[in-house]
């Protein structure tokens, strides 16, 4: 059944609060929940002994500057890697590291009244296969399993994680097309994650019945969002930091709530 409407998630911090601090850190988390952020996502992959990491790369080049792949080293090698990312921050941070999910569950499991969309990597289901990746997520998270919910580009993983478990489950749609239509009304998922790029006059046609209502008021939201102005950002869904806090957006997500279904369209970057 949909949230009740003071729990809508109106507004996601993006692999925690990356504006101000390295993606997907116990920093940047922190710092999200610190400005009053209620939904918070961050993404997973495994490394070499399957323990579950918080990374959105399988390569550690952009975060790190170091030209290794994460999924081939072992934790102990990970936990000495500082993913400073100094291309963005320059010199600002020095040893910021990569925690295993397990610390981002205490973190969470502090903040009762937190949600967190935890996103399954492609590059892990990929090397590591669905059921192992999923099992070993899942046993992580079941401190705080019902502040949970398991998304991923991958409508398989997703669709396992579904049978195998208790778990909300989102699906974050690689296209908007009448094929995704059909597979996601046979999923039917807690969540849809939407690039808003996607929902173009062209792309395809509304989807029926109340996922066509919720893509007809975000397409709606974009085309006011393209006014230089500025006076349309809030019905776009953009909104600054809570509570008056110093600092820029943290990751925003228009969404629209629809019987059964939250349908969230992306409108910063891609998860």
Known sequence: MPLPVRQLPDLIAHRGNAAEYPENTLPA???????????????????????????ND???????????DALQMTWHELAEVSVNE????????????????????????????????????RASLRGFGHELVVRKVC???????????????????VHHVRQVSQYRVGWVLPEYTSLAALKCEALAPDYVFCDHNLLTDSAAKLWRGYFAQACA??????????????????????????????????????????TGVTMVTSLLSLL
């Not at 399988?58 to 290794?68: N, Q």
């Not at 569950?105 to 949600?115: A, D, F």
Request: hydrophobic share 40%.
């Open 217 to 258: 008021r975000a397409r709606g939201a974009w085309r006011e969002a393209d006014r230089d102005d500025g006076s349309s950002q809030h019905a776009a869904g953009i909104q600054g930091n809570p509570g008056g806090a110093q600092g820029g957006v943290i990751g925003v997500r228009r969404v629209t709530i629809v």
């Open 86 to 121: 100094a291309e963005r921050f320059g010199s600002r941070y020095t040893d910021v590291g990569i925690p295993t999910l397990a610390q981002a569950v205490n973190v969470i499991e502090s903040h009762p009244g937190v949600t967190a969309f935890v996103h399954l990597k």
């Open 139 to 157: 046993e992580v998270l079941k401190p705080i399993a019902r502040q949970c919910v398991i998304i991923s580009y991958d409508l398989a993983a």
């Open 29 to 55: 988390i922190r710092s999200a929940l610190d400005l009053g952020v209620r939904f918070v996502e961050f993404d997973v992959q495994l490394c070499a002994d399957r323990q579950p990491m918080l990374l």
């Open 58 to 68: 399988s390569s550690l080049k952009r975060t790190a500057g170091v030209d290794r």
